[in-house]
């Protein structure tokens, strides 16, 4: 990467290594010095300018930074690199950037950049507090370029191995892979001493590895580099392999030593099979992702229909209500944005679940059974809500912050990673279905429910109100539906269409599974949402849905009630 | 009218309800005379009188009028299917759909070396796409008569591939109107790629000339027009011909009880498939008049929203009463016309409220609520409707169960 940047720019990576060996040549011969520096620093009498406490020396050289000219600029920093550890990072961050300045009169090094006003503002170099009193005016930027922004970005490299966080270190020793020389090589042995962490040792020695087989002459020394490749992913590990069993444009072998070239294939077999493996798993997961999204968007219909046979068209915009809610709740809170999403989860289930109640008492009970009727004002009420949301909110999408305990990854290794939003949708999902599933088995509401949908006139002779019965059931399915919003709101944008792009799908799911079946809904959703996502990359996404609409008519044909239909007297 | 009488009414028996009461034959009558008049006096109110008269009726109200007439003929369509036989098709829009890009190709290849790129024989979106010659499913789209054989022949053979599948594994009510649905929402998909070679998300337009005639002039419109009404009579005539034959029977029946009938050893499936099938040709033949009216066709002619918007036409009009679908189709689409002109925000929010209205208050539509009149005013004068009225009762229940 590193490489390809300054390559980017018209620098060629030979200049580059060229440019690094001088580097390390003279932090090489400085080095033993800066050993010596150390040990003396409590002599020196350290200066309070800066709020860090500095050596002279380092106090020295910034002066001489500020005033230096670019060539001199370049063996200050090398200077700089000898003298310093961690504590540079920022310096050299906002040298990079341009944002380093200095006082004309005292030399003093100072960061300048705009605040959240968007107004230029002064901040101390290294604690990156505001200067109160010190404007932009007086002050004069330290030049940069393309030569001094490479060497920047080798030191901060440099710090970062060496001194950084872990994930810093980690993330250090992953760019650095892509460019494995000699010089590299010296500050990945540096780095490797010190290091406590197996994983970013291991990662070290992967470098040496490379630089191994790359540079040694020896076969058995080379073709044990590339055993300690064989159980890697990274990328640059792949390319490197790949390159040795590469033929070039006259069909003779890159590398003449066949022992090489006999372990770098073997390792690459073992390389690709690990990926394949992978990439199958991804696929799962981004399945079974899209399968949680289908069973939350899904199950509120199946409860719906199931009970009372009625199709919810405006199933979606209870969806699309409850991603509303979402954003309105974010409007309200702005200064809890981390727990916005915990207070949206009962606010939509309250918003949709009485829309719900709403249109049940005002349209559905009046159409009862006349489904295709019911289906059609359905429609009409979701047209409605659709306009409405249009109206007050805006045609445009809405943005809907994700918190940042959502946002991120883990990271299994380089080829397969689990976002954690999805990851919480997909657990969410299910514990929306282990509740539902508790509240139709084990309160007298689900019982009640259960009766209903079996033989409606029986229940109510003997004494359950089937209409109340049927305005919580139609409550509860469109509550669910608010609650599926919320997690959609993470996912997507939120917009008038959100709950109409979800609605076919979700249909599908219910038709799949068995009408009236809870249990089916979930096989379905998620053996649909997973074929889905398999399918994608041999067919793309549009041919996908088409195959898997074609597949569920023609399964239709098979089992015409679904993958687990009702049984005994409530099958018709 | 008398004569239309003994064509149809023969056949059935007298106590066979509503459908082939002599008031059914009337309309059918009234319908064709309207729309033979109105098509005649609109067409010479836009030739021979001057702009400036009063009754002088514009080029654009009559491509208007034409439009409506394509709708009215796909309104007749669903409601043939979902009327007469209780089957809710949610997917007839693609039909029509694809009857307008069978029209469409045809036009697209009539414009010849007078696109943007002047390709004789790619259309202009295929030059676009670096495509080197035409793909296997335009060839001979040049020609009239295979183009209109091929916009028939597809969306015909789609409905008995559909229809064969679904009624033959018992796929009824809401479920069966779910699959139609997602069916046009799977075509809507497709035609929206690229590389399906139907002009993507742009369609087919630009269209320049229909067999050699211009179709900008004023008189290939009138001619449009008049053809679109010629067809939507022609259709009207044989649907009504269909509903009063034995197998127009045999489908109410099955509307009425699908189980009884089937147990009365009639192959309940066949019947239904024959008729989807004709009434998908109904709405592709409106589909490939309305495409060189209004100049262009796009996949969104595919979204669900469409199909659905047509069954509200004919729940408004009436379903079960072809002239139902008729009023129905125009009034709506007049109104939209009209909201849009003034409120375009209004629409969706009339027509919402139009979909919950009808369905609650108006289940039988304008037509039901004119025959309720007609029934009393016939009941009021004595002349012994009652048998008719009582069956017509049975018959409204059984389609609603």
Request: with cysteine; charged share 15%.
């Amino acid at each position: 990467m590193f490489a390809n940047v300054l390559s980017s720019w018209g620098i060629s990576v030979k200049q580059t290594r060229q440019l690094i060996g001088w580097v390390f040549s003279l932090s090489l011969l400085l080095g033993s010095s800066w050993l010596y520096a150390q040990q003396s620093i409590d002599k020196i009498e350290s200066t309070d300018n800066y709020a860090v406490a500095i050596s002279a020396d380092v106090d020295q050289l910034f002066k001489d930074l500020a005033a230096a000219n670019l060539r001199e600029k370049s063996n200050i920093i090398t200077s700089l690199d000898q003298q310093s550890g961690r504590e540079m990072l920022p310096v050299y961050q906002a040298m990079l950037n341009g944002e380093l300045y200095y006082d004309k009169e005292s030399l003093q090094l100072y960061q300048v950049k705009d605040n959240d006003q968007g107004k230029e503002s002064v901040y101390s170099v290294f604690s990156g507090e505001l200067v109160e009193g010190q404007t932009a005016k007086g002050l004069k930027k330290v030049r940069v370029n393309n030569k001094l922004r490479k060497q920047l970005r080798g030191s901060i490299a440099r710090i970062q191995l060496l001194f950084g966080e872990r994930a810093e270190r980690q993330a250090a020793a992953q760019t650095m892979l892509d460019n494995i020389s000699p010089e590299t090589l010296a500050l990945f042995q540096d780095a490797a001493e010190n290091e406590s962490d197996q994983e970013i040792r291991d990662l070290l020695a992967v470098g040496m590895a490379m630089n191994t087989v790359a540079t040694a002459s020896a076969t058995e020394e080379r073709v044990a580099a590339i055993g300690v490749l064989s159980t890697r992913l990274e990328t640059p590990v792949r390319n490197q392999l790949m390159n040795l069993v590469d033929k070039d444009s006259s069909g003779e072998f890159v590398e003449q030593d066949a022992a090489v070239r006999a372990a770098a294939e073997s390792a690459l077999k073992e390389i690709d099979g690990k990926i394949r493996f992978y990439g199958f798993m991804e696929k799962l997961f981004f399945g079974l992702s899209l399968g949680s999204v289908f069973l939350l968007a899904a199950i509120g219909l199946a409860i719906t229909f199931g009970v009372m046979g009625v199709i919810n068209m405006a199933h979606g915009e209870m969806i699309m209500l409850g991603a509303y809610t979402t954003y309105v709740v974010q409007l309200l809170m702005p200064n809890h944005l981390e727990w916005t999403i915990l207070v949206a989860i009962p606010a939509a289930f309250l918003v949709s679940g009485s829309v719900g109640v709403i249109i049940e008492r005002t349209v559905i009970r009046f159409l009862h059974g006349r489904p295709l009727e019911t289906l059609l004002a359905t429609f009409g009420i979701s047209l409605i809500l659709q306009q409405l949301v249009r109206t007050i909110f805006s045609p445009l999408n809405r943005q809907v912050s994700t918190p940042d305990w959502l946002s991120g990854s883990i990271e299994l290794n380089p080829v397969f990673s689990l976002t954690y939003n999805r990851l919480s949708i997909l657990i969410f999902s299910l514990v929306v279905f282990a509740i539902l599933m508790l509240v139709m088995k084990k309160t007298s509401l689900g019982l009640n429910v259960r009766a209903v949908s079996q033989n409606r006139n029986m229940a109510k002779a003997m004494g359950i109100k089937t209409e109340r019965v049927d305005s919580m059931t139609f409550g509860l399915g469109s509550g669910i539906a608010g609650v599926a919003g919320v997690a959609l709101s993470q996912l997507t944008n939120v917009g008038p269409n959100l709950g109409q792009s979800y609605i076919i799908d979700s249909f599908m799911v219910v038709v799949f599974g068995g009408v009236g079946n809870l249990l089916g809904t979930l096989v379905g959703s998620f053996s649909l949402g997973v074929a889905n996502k398999f399918l994608e990359p041999v067919t793309g996404a549009v041919l996908a849905n088409i195959i898997i609409l074609v597949f569920i008519i023609l399964f239709i044909q098979k089992r015409p009630k679904g993958l687990f239909p009702q049984k005994g007297r409530a099958a018709e | 009218m008398i004569s239309l009488k003994g064509l149809f009414g023969e056949k059935s028996a007298p106590t066979a309800g509503s459908l082939t009461s002599g008031f059914t034959s009337r309309t059918t009558a009234i319908v064709v005379v309207v729309l033979f008049a109105t098509t005649i006096l609109a067409s010479a109110a836009n030739l021979w009188l001057s702009p400036d008269s009063p009754l002088y009726v514009s080029t654009y109200t009559i491509t208007l009028l034409g439009k409506y007439l394509c709708y009215a003929l796909l309104a007749l369509a669903v409601d043939i299917v979902w009327g007469y036989c209780g089957v809710l098709s949610l997917g007839h829009a693609a039909f029509f759909a694809l009857g307008g890009y069978g029209m469409g190709m045809y036009l697209m290849r009539q414009i010849g070396d007078r696109g943007v790129y002047g390709n004789p024989e790619l259309p202009d979106f295929m030059v676009f796409l670096n495509w080197e010659s035409l793909p296997w499913y335009w060839l001979g789209m040049d020609q009239f008569w295979f183009a209109m054989l091929i916009a028939l022949a597809v969306p015909g053979l789609l409905a008995f591939v559909f229809g064969w599948l679904a009624f033959r594994s018992r796929v009824t009510g809401v479920y069966l109107s779910i699959m139609t649905q997602a069916l046009t929402y799977a075509l809507m998909l497709a035609f929206f790629r690229n590389e399906m070679g139907f002009g993507g998300n742009n369609g087919l337009t630009d269209f320049k000339d229909i067999l050699g005639f211009s179709l900008q002039s004023d008189n290939v419109r009138v001619a449009l027009f008049a053809i679109t009404a010629l067809m939507l009579m022609l259709a009207y005539v044989l649907s009504h011909f269909i509903m009063c034959s034995r197998f127009g029977r045999v489908i109410v029946s099955i509307r009425d009880g699908e189980a009884r009938a089937r147990f009365m050893g009639y192959r309940t499936e066949r019947f239904k498939v024959w008729l989807f099938v004709y009434s998908a040709l109904l709405a592709a033949v409106a589909g490939a008049l309305y495409v060189p009216q209004v100049g262009i066709i796009n996949p969104g002619e595919f979204s669900p929203i469409n199909s659905i918007e047509v069954v509200v036409w004919v729940a408004l009009g009436g379903r079960g009463t072809l002239y139902g679908a008729i009023i129905g189709a125009i009034l709506v689409n007049y109104a939209k016309t009209r909201f849009t002109a003034i409120m375009p925000d209004g629409w969706l929010f009339a027509l919402g409220a139009l979909f919950v209205l009808v369905t609650v208050f108006l289940p039988k539509g304008i037509a039901g609520f004119i025959e309720q009149r007609v029934e009393a005013m016939r009941g009021d004068s004595g002349s012994g409707g009652d048998g008719g009225s009582s069956h017509k009762q049975q018959n409204a229940e059984g389609a609603s169960a």
